[in-house]
């Protein structure tokens, strides 16, 4: 196998979804690495898994895959297969990612770097900025730190949306389009024909986060609370997409004045990122997306860092103030715990003169909402 074996992190949906056929397809020989014992277990009976693509042709694929192995329970087997591989992809939470460096300092940390990449395939924000810091502190002593500054480990954008069956089967489900890039000015060329390097992924990036992600997580909250099922029935939602709309024009703002982006080419990525979502061949239950509305208010993530943006320029977010107060009562009638309505927002945005008056516009609208009809 050699310089034709990449070991993948995370057999969820995304990355059965998207990142392993793309891998496969690109001709190289994809090594699974997950905790899930069960899922191995059917992968390695299976000697892959099938991936049907539910709109363009609808043709049902075979995904192979050389072996599923435990990074807890079988760690020597994949210790082996990693000291082949010149390339480790990854799509796992944010959160078990220093399990990842952790695991990779292990292995590269004793090898030499030069011609090796991490490509980490997660919705995170400078993602390779983020796990080289990770490295670092996983290096054990400085030779090891040496050797892994060596290892290219680019910001990535990736974008597909995808559903798995498991446990009732190994299947996914997901789209054709797909959109994995790095940032060219870390890794100029990936070796994976179908992972290309561009330029200003940054971009890219805040794009796709704000009018894909930022767009997805707010239908579904306002979907979940009308008691709809998936995330296709959202996208469809009229009243839903009225109700949003004064909201998504500031994030197209945001994305002009910051990122340098046109007006026609947001109001094209716009349609096609509601195509896609409304898209019913995909069935992704609300409850995948809207979650974690608390963490998701916080000053620097999607919801809230354009706002203050534009606060900074002395644009009027009054609107934007508007919607959040709406999403924040429907988020707090689904997560009842959240403390959001108390004192949660005031701790969140406090940290800056921009983020108090948000505060402040936003607890207008809330204090408005619940005051007594004449």
Known sequence: MGDRTVVHFGAGALGRGMVVPLLH?????????????ELNAA??????????????????RKIGIVEAVSPITEGDKLAAYMKQANVITTSVRRENLIHVARTVAETWGHQD??????????????VGRYFSGLLEQAAEDEGQHARLRRVAVPDTIVDRICAANWPENTD?????????????????????????SVERIEQHFSRKRLLLNTYADAISFLAKAEDLTYL?????????????EPYMALLQEVLKLEFGCDEAMLRSWREKYKQ???????????????????????????????????????????????????LIRVGTRLEPDSDLLQSGLYELWNGSPAGRQLYEQVRAHLDSANRPSP
Do not use: M
């Not at 890794?187 to 179908?194: E, P, Q, R, S, V």
């Open 113 to 126: 770097g030069e011609g090796r990449r991490i490509i980490c395939c997660e919705n995170i924000e400078h």
């Open 172 to 196: 996914v489900v997901s789209e054709v389009y797909h959109e994995c890039s790095v940032d060219a000015a870390t890794l100029a060329d990936t070796g994976i024909a179908l992972i290309p």
């Open 232 to 244: 296709y029935e959202a996208a469809r939602s009229e009243e839903i997409n009225r109700r949003i």
């Open 276 to 326: 896609r979502l409304g898209n019913d061949g995909i069935p992704r239950e609300l409850g995948t997306v809207a979650r974690n509305l608390k963490a998701k208010l916080a000053p620097g993530e999607r919801f809230v860092w354009p706002l203050l943006k534009l606060q900074e320029r002395g644009i009027d977010i009054d609107q934007g103030a508007a919607f959040l107060a709406h």
């Open 25 to 37: 397809e690109s001709g190289y020989n994809v090594v699974l690495a997950d905790t899930n014992a």
């Open 43 to 60: 992968l390695n009976r299976e000697r892959g898994y099938r991936l049907a693509i539910s709109d363009g042709d609808s043709v049902e």
